[in-house]
């Protein structure tokens, strides 16, 4: 089974390569025991009772017993609001004030929760909260492009345990944005159809990679997947921007998230990982050819210089196999 | 001196936001002790007197000691030679046979060298090394790329101390060096210049971020440098393909290379480091518009959710001061 796949929506492709899993310094999944967290930590800025420690919140969502999902702005942020976007071009050098906005989305009010084991209730309630950030970030004309993103574990680049995720919004559209749109019209152009759902369709028929299915979402481990056990969850309906979600397809898409997440703890004992929404860019809304989507890393893998120095990956796992796998996990443990 | 800067050869984006360095997760350079190596390791496979664990050799360089540098097939390729470049298009599902070449050049008999220790000369002979392979394996009309780079330690993806570097020729283009082509071209039809020469002399003139210099190679730290002390060597002389690279040239480029890793190995303290030669696509080999580079990377910060989810980076040094501290190092001390 060592072949080389193109990713259809990407373009990049992929040496998957299972012979490799005897080399010394191969991948291996990660047995480590997380320690075990406490309920409320008196340092953690983001538990229940250390409000204080924040910005004032931009957005919460309560409860009689208190807030369920809390948003505040980032208490170190790289890019600020208190600026103008204005282009400066001096010959081959290019630069703007970092002007943008980013938020953390404090996913519960417990230390100890993670995604994997909340109620699909909560996790509802966390992406409302990213749809109201979403809609009321888009707002500012000086936004280009709004990145919903979570690090989980150090490997994933955090060290904060409390669950959050965070938001940035830029005042450019990112040029991978930029290269995957490009492709996304040019596959519309010649079939009139979007690749995004056209993909979905044959991941659906084939159901080799399926992991989750209900009403309005699919996850699947894609056909080229980069790393082990990377996973694309897609809405059914076709929509190019995060916000256009609705209430019953955020109820709908809880249940799938939360399930995919719980699956990697399982199968991979508690793994890091990122995931991110990808969403068109603000400017544009409701377009034929882009369709948004979630993207879940585990990082059990590292990138070397062969990664760095072509944009090629190695995935030394086969991604069927891999969906195999997390399919036959027994959730009834958790 | 909060920005955002775009690389006009790349188009890629970068934050620049040096006022994060007080973020609790952070990155501060690594002032770890790399423990010291011995001479030779019974079952290291690529020390001297080791030879018979490896493959045969596919080139060396000697003198009457023994060899110098040498090459071999690498022993857990994910690419096979004996494999047809046949193309699989099945629906939206793109495979191809894991053809390819994978070589391994060994670059010191000794276990406990390293290229920002060893001597120029030994240096040269690495880079001729590599020029020969490329060379040599160019001539395989199933190859369509080839890329050379080295791994430098555990978070640069290797665990095998020995000095070494890799070579793996691939069958197909990245997708990474098409678009990256594809910019160069289109600056070219705009301003009848190469982006690189351009931006080579750009960097000269200001100087800011220039490393070193000599008669055939500049290095310096990119203006949208994507990671701390990233670092471009641009031959002065425009050629696409490494391996154009004159003998008078090797000869210039292995003080600088090695001047760089031992400013490196100084400043931050025998950092893990990515280096990898970007190079043409074999198929063409004479061009107006691409320029062949090394880029090295030392691998002291994480990415995260917001890299993987936007291809953005966020650099959390400024490039000119990152500059300033590598020409500020005394190499009297090595």
Known sequence: MDELRQNIITRDWVIIAKGRTDRPDEFVPTKKERAMLPAYVARCPFCAGNEAETIEETFAIRDEQGWKVRVVPNKFPALLPQRERTRKVSGVFRSMPAVGIQEVIIEHPRHDMTLALMPVAH?????????????????????????LFKNYGEAAGTSLHHPHSQLVATPIVPNQFRIRIEESIRYFDDTGECVFCRTMGEELASHERVIEENKHFVAFIPYAALSPFSVWIFPKRHASSFDEITEPEIESLAPVLKGVLARLHVALDNPDYNYSIRSIPTGERRTDYFHWYFTIIPRISKTAGFELGSGMFINPTVPEENAALLRSVDLSQL
């Open 123 to 147: 996790v509802a309630n966390v992406i409302r909260a990213y749809r109201q950030r979403y809609e009321a970030i888009r707002q500012d004309e000086r936004i280009e492009a709004i990145i």
